[in-house]
């Protein structure tokens, strides 16, 4: 009888640390998330072509900005991915950056394009706030702030996302790769957690990767904008390039922020709001 392998912990990310199986498991052949971005930025306008793809990870969106027109920077912490995006998807200038906190310039961009849920790993009001700051510094006046993430506001009363694990499956150069995953909702942190394990059949042993994302609910959102002089556009639930259905051409946001992704457009104002005082 054959033994199980032992199962290994990691924070690590099997994907983000393979840019390719990365691609291989959430392909994007249409450019969806690329093409809502640069549709929200000629909706809105900003005041120059200059763009910042901060989180960037393989380069699919920002590559995909580059032929739009745009000059464009990726910007992300995984020397993986950078390398993977350099040599994948040229055309942008790749730098490493953390999201918590950056300087790449002061008003050296015209947009800053953050999409799949990376602004959710900013896990506390500190980083949060880092980032922010960092957006503003990096902004020219007038300039936008284009995000995509989860809506920490579907998870109020809602369990269908957490009630049984979700599996996945695919096949890449012959390994068959299976995961497994468990979600679940740290209110003190205000974090939802995800738990995975990957399976492969190449005789590799299990792997649990831990990882979570910032809850951030619409309203706390405008506020926290409005605190660093961001004024928020538009902010709504669909559709976009992950909600189903998916976000086609022509399409317009909804008046709604209730389902599962929230999608957000803001713009940079002359003066941050001041923090509210204390109560009498």
Known sequence: ??????????????????????????????????????????????????VLDIGCGTGRDA???????????????SEA??????????????????????DLGERSFDAVVCLDSALLYC??????????TSCRRALAPDGLLVAEMRNGAFFLG????????AVAGFTWQGTAYRSTTTLSVDRTAQLLRRTRVWTADDGSPPVEQRSAWRLLFPQELRRVLAAHGFEALALYDGPG?????????GDLPAATADGDRLHLV???????DAPPGPRP
């Open 158 to 165: 809602r369990t269908e996302l957490l009630s049984a694990p």
């Open 266 to 272: 803001a713009r940079l104002t002359a003066t941050p």
């Open 1 to 50: 009888m054959r033994s199980t392998p032992p199962l290994t912990v990691t924070t690590a990310n099997l994907l983000t640390d393979q840019p390719a199986l990365y691609e291989a498991r959430f392909p994007d052949p249409e450019r969806l998330a690329g093409r809502w971005a640069e549709d929200c930025l000629r909706r809105y306008g900003p005041p120059g072509p200059r």
């Open 241 to 249: 390039p992950r909600t189903e259905p998916r976000w086609q051409e």
């Open 63 to 77: 590559a995909h900005l580059h032929r739009a027109g745009r000059t464009v920077t990726g910007a992300d912490l």
């Open 123 to 132: 896990h506390t009001n500190d980083q949060l706030d880092g980032f922010l």
């Open 81 to 102: 991915m950078l390398a993977h995006a350099r040599a994948r998807h040229p055309g942008p200038a790749y730098v490493r950056a953390d999201l918590h906190g950056f």
